[in-house]
């Protein structure tokens, strides 16, 4: 069992909102003591000078393709991916193939999760049998054998009956829905309809699709007094309805994924499919809306929505191309670039956008750097300027339009227990 | 006078400048046409590749002919006949046919951007003869080509383009052709056939025919297809007719001046009524013997140089 | 034909070898030339003039009139862009534009005097002769320029030529005239 001193670096409490100087002290897998030039006797030191600690992040919403699809990715790749990008904790998504909707195969990925041994996994279990919309999945068994939310991501629930009865019977097990809101008549667009969808004679999908299905869904959650979640918010259609929503006591959260904070749909002109994805891109007056949500609250957590294809789904046209971007090693510095960097929101605000909130809504243990917790936490180089490249993903899929781009801020170690990793580019 | 591009993927990525170029060389090739022997060397020993996913007998055969014209070799893959439909990806049967040392690919497609893809990925120069409701840069070079051939300059001039617009490749080309060589444009269909922000394209929008049919000197009418009823975009067929429709009413009270495009083929007695075929002022015909010296010019200058010519 | 002058030796740089009155002169003499080999072409109407765009044009429209001043009716005169018949167009960089080819008479059977304004390497004769050949079938064509510098690289030959120059082969030779250049001369430019 190593012992570690992380000395010399600057620690974020989310929670309390402060950024303050500290030396943290780790023995077991635990976080010893934290506190300032503290005795190193015996610990391997590990030098964190210009560096920032935070705690570990949580993706609440992320596809790790296993099982059906191993060729874009597994639990193992994808917790390598995690884990470079500063996740302790990943929730996958069900709608694999089969889709998980049996405790057996929440079991199944607990137990491969364990086997891979880089992040915590905490799956996802579907609301329905088979994502089909219709029957009750077995929520009660799903939620003993380790899911911490319940939905049928990639579809909405069509059937208001069914929605409402799966909101009452999530209830018992204190499990969140995270909805995915999407008007299926809609479900052809591949763009969103907008001056961009006009000028490309693409399908168009109005943001009006995704507001449409969230306030059906927050009506149905106050109705039942259910915690609902939406996801992926792309629009300021959306971020209306949870806004007024939350003005009226419901108990509704919402996410929203590096992309929507950081393109709008002019980034599709010119047809490239790396930009292909369900919600599609906005309009820049949607993506300062996503943004200013997050700065008021109205969205609550950032999540990836990491969602590899293969390179066959991938390269080719714009609207036959599988829509989706892998994001789990991108998306601490483009929200880093985005909100921090353009004063949006300071650094410990951010963070607990990433990490303590989304913790909070799947009731999981709030990560902190504070004695007698996990030893889960990032050491962040919040200087560092670097490039992804396909040779730097860890994802076994390349889908991402960020290929290239000068990113800023960069996971440098990330600390799980007593497994310290550190991501390339330098040491921690 | 000069057309520095690789490819030509839509009016786009054209400047007025380009697109005169264009239509100045189709002025010297219908030239060509009109010869004993309508056949020039210029392209000879090059192969032209026309990959045809949708089904096209007047486009396919019109880009054949140009090739022809100009001594290349004109090869055609269609839907019907190709491992297309077994499923075959875009880039593998793009692949295969450079691997025959093809120069140029004419490609027509329903998905928006597939000429761009393959443009991305390909050593051929690629011509987009249509790709979904995105554009058919062609079809907007010979209605313009035959517009500016009846009334010299466009500037000013009033074009009203009827029809569903929002699936229409011919109408966002056309768009754009005519209002960068000057022209007015103006649309004019049912609210659930006209695309949100088309205005920014630089059109005005009109939902009623009868408003703006006697204050143009320009009518394109578009096909409608029957599947829009099924997609309730529609509600017959017969009310299209009464409503947008060139009826033999409409027609006979067109000005003296006015003219009639349609780029084909025509639903007769939907969108236009069989009188426009004996109509006068009709320009289809034309339109149709202008579009071989268009495609020709527009391979010529696009096949003429060096490979590595840049854009 | 006069016999060829020098080309000026030694200094780079650009000279006037041929000025206006001595292209005039030059004309003069191949239009006399012309008449006297066509003179039953001439009286049947049946000879005609084509001229290789660009400055091949204009010296066709002056050899015609000089050449009918003494005739009842006006020599046919056309122009012929040879762009699409060159045999180099796979190997310059950019495509060239087409001027247009503008002939606005039958030639099937006719006496067609090709002109242009320099004979060089020959290609563009070359060209013009094939694409001349895809407008019908004239009885016979023969060659007038009013300059050849030399070095041909195909077999080919005017019928009539004003005046000879002795050229290196990496010297320009432009020929200027009043209706494309506003002022008249042939230039010699040494590299």
Redesign the interface.
Same mark, same amino acid.
């Given at each position: 069992m190593a012992r570690r001193l992380f000395a010399g670096g600057r620690v974020v409490d989310p929670v309390g909102g402060r950024v303050a100087p500290a030396d943290v002290l780790v023995d077991g897998g635990r976080v010893l003591e934290v506190g300032r030039r503290l005795d190193e006797a015996g610990a391997e030191r590990v030098d964190c000078r210009g560096r920032h600690l935070a705690p570990g992040f949580v993706d609440m919403h992320c596809h790790l393709r296993e099982p059906g699809r191993e060729d874009e990715e597994t639990v193992a790749s994808g917790c390598r991916a995690a884990r470079a990008g500063g996740f302790t904790h990943v929730c996958p998504m069900p709608n694999t193939e089969p889709a998980v909707d049996t405790e057996a195969l929440v079991r199944f990925l607990v137990r491969r999760g364990e086997d891979a041994g880089l992040c915590r996994v905490h799956p996802v279990g579907c609301c329905t049998r088979g994502r089909q919309g219709r029957e009750l999945a077995d929520l009660g068994g799903m939620r003993a054998a380790g899911c911490v939310a319940v939905s049928d991501d990639g579809d909405w629930i069509a059937d208001a009956r069914v929605m409402r009865r799966v909101l009452e019977y999530a209830k018992v097990f204190d499990l969140p829905v995270l909805s995915h809101c999407e008007l299926p008549e809609f479900k052809a667009g591949v763009a969103n +309809?907008?001056?961009v969808?006009? $000028? %490309?004679? %693409?399908e /168009?999908v109005p943001a009006a699709a995704e507001a449409a299905a969230a306030a059906r869904d927050v009506l149905l959650a106050e109705l039942t007094g259910s915690r609902l979640h939406v996801c992926h918010v792309s629009c300021a259609a959306t971020v209306d309805v949870v806004r007024r929503a939350k003005e009226r006591g419901v108990a509704v959260t919402a996410e929203t994924c590096p992309h929507y904070l950081v393109l709008n749909d002019e980034a599709i002109v010119?047809?490239d499919?790396n930009y292909r994805v369900n919600p599609p891109l906005r309009s820049e007056v949607d993506r300062r809306a996503v943004v200013a949500a997050l700065e008021d609250g109205v969205i609550d957590a950032i999540a990836t929505d990491h969602a590899p294809h293969s390179r =066959?789904e991938k +390269?080719? =046209?714009?609207?036959?191309a599988a829509p989706g971007i892998i994001g789990l090693q991108t998306a601490f510095s483009l929200g880093f670039e985005e909100l921090v960097l353009k004063d949006v929101l300071g650094l410990p605000g951010f963070i607990s956008r990433l990490s303590s909130v989304p913790a909070q809504i799947l009731g999981l243990p709030l990560p902190r750097i504070a004695p007698d917790c996990e030893a889960d936490f990032v050491v962040l180089d919040l200087d560092a300027r670097w490039q992804f490249t396909p040779a730097d993903s860890l994802s076994l899929s390349r889908n991402t339009p960020f290929l290239g781009r000068e990113l800023r801020g960069r996971v440098v170690a990330t600390v799980l227990g007593d497994s310290l990793l550190t991501s390339g580019g330098g040491s921690a | 006078m000069s057309f520095r591009h690789r490819h030509l993927l839509g009016i +786009?990525g054209l400047s007025r400048d380009d697109i005169l170029t264009v239509l100045d060389q189709a002025r010297t090739f219908r030239e060509v046409l009109d010869r004993p022997i309508p056949v020039v060397p210029a392209l000879r020993g090059r192969t032209i590749v026309n990959l045809f996913f949708e089904p096209s007998t007047r486009t396919a055969t019109s880009f054949n002919l140009a090739a022809s014209r100009l001594s290349a070799q004109c090869v055609s893959f269609s839907r019907a006949t190709s491992s297309v439909t077994k499923g075959e990806? #875009? #880039?593998d049967t793009a692949r295969n046919i450079e691997a025959m040392r093809a120069d140029g690919i004419i490609i027509r497609?329903s998905?928006?951007?597939?000429p761009?893809?393959l443009s991305r990925r390909l050593r051929a120069f690629v011509v987009n003869a249509g790709?979904? /409701?995105?554009?058919h840069p062609t079809q907007a070079l010979l209605d313009a080509f035959t517009l500016r051939e009846h009334f010299g300059d466009l500037a000013g001039r009033r074009i009203l383009i009827v029809g569903d617009i929002a699936h229409s $490749?011919v109408a $966002?080309s056309n768009i754009l052709c005519f209002t960068r060589l000057g022209a007015r444009v103006a649309v004019c269909g049912p609210p659930t056939l006209l /695309? $949100?922000?088309?205005e =920014? #394209?630089g059109c005005s929008v009109f939902y009623r025919l009868d408003c703006i049919l006697g204050e143009v000197d320009v009518v394109n009418m578009l096909r409608v297809q029957a599947e829009r009823m099924t997609s309730a975009s529609l509600p017959s067929l017969r009310e299209y007719r009464q409503i947008y429709g060139l009826t033999r009413e409409r027609l006979a009270g067109l000005g003296p001046s006015v003219v009639v495009i349609h780029p084909g083929p025509v639903n007769w007695a939907v969108e236009m009524d069989y009188d426009v075929a004996d109509f006068p002022q009709s320009l289809v015909l034309n339109q149709v013997k202008n579009g071989v010296a268009v495609r020709m010019a527009v391979l010529y200058l696009l096949a003429g140089g060096r490979e590595e010519a840049d854009g | 034909m006069r016999s060829s002058r020098p080309a000026a030796r030694g200094r780079p740089g650009k000279r006037l070898i041929i000025n206006r009155s001595g292209i005039t002169r030059a004309l003069a003499q191949l239009a006399r030339a012309i008449r006297l080999h066509n003179h039953a072409a001439l009286a049947a109407k049946s000879l005609v003039f084509v001229g290789v765009k660009r400055r091949g044009v204009p010296l066709a429209e002056r050899l015609a009139r000089l050449v009918s001043r003494r005739s009842s009716a006006a020599v046919p005169v056309g122009a012929i862009d040879i762009t699409l018949y060159r045999d180099d167009l796979q190997m310059i960089a950019e495509t060239p534009i087409v001027r247009g080819t503008d002939i606005g008479f039958d030639i099937n059977g006719r006496t067609l005097v090709l002109v242009d304004d320099v004979v060089f390497t020959g290609r563009t004769t070359r060209a013009a002769l094939t694409e001349l050949l895809d407008y019908g079938r004239p009885r016979a064509i023969q060659l007038a320029v009013l300059v050849d510098r030399g070095f041909r690289e195909l077999p080919i030959q005017p019928d009539f030529t004003g005046r000879r120059l002795r050229t290196d082969r990496s010297d320009l030779v432009d020929i200027c005239l009043q209706e494309t250049d506003d002022r008249e001369g042939v230039f010699l430019t040494r590299r």
């Open positions: +309809e907008g001056v969808s006009t $000028r %490309l004679g %693409l /168009p010119g047809f499919s =066959e +390269e080719t =046209e714009f609207g036959a | +786009e990806s #875009l #880039l497609h998905q928006p951007g597939a761009h893809f790709d979904g /409701p995105h554009e $490749r $966002r /695309p $949100r922000y088309v =920014e #394209l | -």
